[in-house]
Structures are given as C-alpha cells and as structure tokens.
C-alpha cells in the first residue's frame, strides 16, 4: 500500500511539478503562466496601462555618479594601467545616458498623477519590472502612490524585480511571448527608451503588429532620437524597398517626460470617437 500511495503515477496532477514540466504540458504551463497574471489584474482593476521599455543598463544618476568618482579615485592610485583610463571613460559616458533615468521616473509621476477620461483614464505604469529604464518608471508612479507594475521574467541568471513595484502587482513569467502579451494587452501607448537587444526585440515586434494590423492602434514614442537614429537607420531601409514611406507613420521622436506625455494625449484626442 505504501508503494501505491508513494508512487508518481498517485500523485494528483495539479501537483505534479515532474508531470507539469514536461514538454507536451507546454500548452498548459502557456494558460497558467497568462491566467495567473490576468486574473490579479482584472481583480485590481488594471484597464489602462502606459508600457516603457528600456535598457537594464541605465542606472539612477546617483549610481553612476558614485562610478565616476569609484573610478577617477583607481586611476589616481595607478595612473599607468591602461584599464583604469578606459573604466573612468566608460562611468563618464555612463553618466551621460542617465538624463534618460530621469526621463523614464519623470513620466512615471506624470502618468501616475494623471487625470483624463476615456481610454486614458485610470493609467498605471507597466514595465519588465527590472532596473535601469524601467526602474526608473516604476519609480516615478511609486514616489506619487500610483500603481506600478511589473512583468518580470524567469531567466538562467535570476533577475530580481526593482524595488519600486506595487508588491500584489509584480509578477514573474515564463515565457517571453506571454510577457510580451501582457506587456501590450491594456497599453494605450507604447514608450521606448534607449535599449539593447531585448529593447530593439520589443520596438520590432510592436511596429511590425502595428504594420501588418495585428493589434489596434496606438502611439508608439521613442525616447531620444540621436541613439535611435544611429541605432536603426529607417532611411536605409525605405530606400531599399523593406519598408514604406508610410510606415514611419507608426511612431515619433521624443525628448522630454512632458513632451512624450503631450504626444500621448493628443494623439488620442485625434483618434477619439466622434460624438
């Protein structure tokens, strides 16, 4: 009796983990890792979201302030290796970026102090819910007490969530495409900080649902149009027939925290039903 009771096939399925990681669950382990989500946002009432995506790589101006100095104090003590020179440079460049980190954290107040109807109603910040970037949203809904959300994800090097998530609105995903799902599900505009390979993924992915009419329309505003520009270069690519003229359509260049709030809301107010 003890053999049958002890034995995996006994086990109740739903508690299983053995049976539930295996790969033809996969289709069941995709519903959880979607229904687990959805539910807690429905239940706390989450319809509208602002989505921010951006580099994990950008840290608060603080941090970066403490490298340079961290840095400039190792040159000091050896001024001839080379290494030494080459970090100070790097912190420098480093702090340079972070006017972005203040950017991400002054829309996040912006969006967590909003007070519009429609489709811009009830507005809570989303992110991947890791630092850099979306930190630095995150942050900026947390300092005026709005919600502030995070997709995190499971990855071979755990990635711990900021610490400035609503805790019962911080979740952890498997899979990237629910992630992604989520990401995009309420979000009623799309901002895209500077970023590396993930960033560039996500920008991709959202213009081509925009282009190919997959998702409804929204506006799409990417943060600093000198990274862009050298990072993607749209130009080249109309002239080589991939993509049309009319495909920039889908977005727009922004600088400030207010300005890409203001882009927001107009388009918006454009696209609004007429009564």
């Not at 020179?85 to 002054?106: I, K, M, P, W």
Request: charged residues 25%; glycine residues 8%.
């Amino acid at each position: 009796m003890r053999r049958i009771i002890e034995s995996a096939a006994y086990l109740q399925a739903d508690e299983d983990l053995a049976f539930l990681r295996r790969p033809e669950m996969c289709g069941i382990r995709l519903q959880l890792d979607y229904w687990k989500t959805e539910e807690s946002l429905q239940r706390h009432g989450i319809h509208h979201t602002i989505v921010v995506y951006g580099s994990t790589r950008i840290p608060a101006p603080s941090t970066a302030r403490r490298l340079v100095r961290d840095a400039r104090r190792a040159l000091r003590a050896a001024p001839d290796v080379p290494e030494n020179q080459q970090t100070l440079q790097s912190a420098r460049r480093l702090l340079e970026r972070t006017r972005y980190y203040d950017v991400a954290r002054e829309l996040g107040v912006i969006v967590g102090n909003t007070q519009c109807d429609g489709a811009l109603s009830s507005l809570a910040i989303v992110t991947g819910g890791g630092p850099g970037i979306m930190e630095a949203a995150n942050r900026g809904a947390y300092d005026c007490g709005a919600p502030s959300i995070g997709l995190n994800i499971a990855l071979p090097r755990e990635q711990e969530p900021n610490g400035y998530l609503t805790p019962d609105l911080c979740f952890r995903l498997h899979y990237f495409a629910i992630r992604k799902l989520h990401l995009l599900e309420r979000a009623q505009a799309a901002v895209f900080f500077p970023g590396g390979f993930g960033t560039c993924d996500e920008l991709f992915e959202v213009l081509t649902l925009l282009q190919t009419g997959k998702i409804r329309p929204l506006p799409v505003v990417l943060v600093g149009e000198s990274y862009w520009r050298r990072v993607i270069n749209f130009d080249f690519m109309i002239e080589e027939g991939v993509i049309s003229p009319a495909d920039l359509r889908h977005f727009v260049f922004r600088e400030t925290a207010q300005d890409i709030w203001t882009t927001i809301v107009q388009w918006h107010e454009s696209h609004a039903p007429q009564r």
